[in-house]
């Protein structure tokens, strides 16, 4: 057998293994995830955005795949998902939903600077048309020691 003298494991040997694990790759990768959340989770508001009332105490209730989102903007535009609606087209609209899907919940969200009226209107049709389950949306009340 033919003995290696300068061989790489005769080097390795010698120098010893080292068994630290280096964290810092898996700092930087975890810190690089963490502000990618911080930056879309703003933007994971369902439906279109709206500047909400603010209330002291509402009702949370979670966002579903078979939540509807009707959205009234500041300049009276209703929404009904992504798509911009005309004011008389709104209730066709929500009857052809309203028949493909009997048990929908809807979510109304209006802007807080939308007249009172516009929001009522799209409230009548979405009871007119047969849907029972309606909520209006609104964003809580910060503490004033919040951000």
Do not use: H
Request: hydrophobic share 40%; aromatic share 2%.
């Amino acid at each position: 057998m033919k003995k290696l003298s300068g061989s790489s494991l005769k080097k390795l040997s010698a120098a010893g293994l080292n068994s630290d694990i280096n964290v810092t790759p898996l700092v930087d990768v975890c810190l690089v995830l963490l502000i990618i959340f911080m930056v879309v989770t703003p933007m994971l508001q369902k439906g279109v955005p709206v500047n909400l009332p603010v209330t002291e105490d509402p009702e949370k209730t979670p966002d579903t795949e078979k939540q509807l989102q009707i959205s009234v903007k500041a300049d009276g535009i209703v929404y009904i998902g992504p798509n911009a609606v005309r004011k008389e087209e709104v209730e066709s609209q929500l009857k052809d939903i309203q028949s493909r899907t009997p048990d929908r919940e809807v979510a109304v969200k209006g802007d807080r600077l939308v007249k009172y009226g516009d929001v009522l209107d799209v409230l009548k049709a979405c009871r007119d048309v047969g849907f029972n389950d309606v909520g209006l949306v609104a964003q809580p009340k910060k503490a004033p020691g919040e951000a």
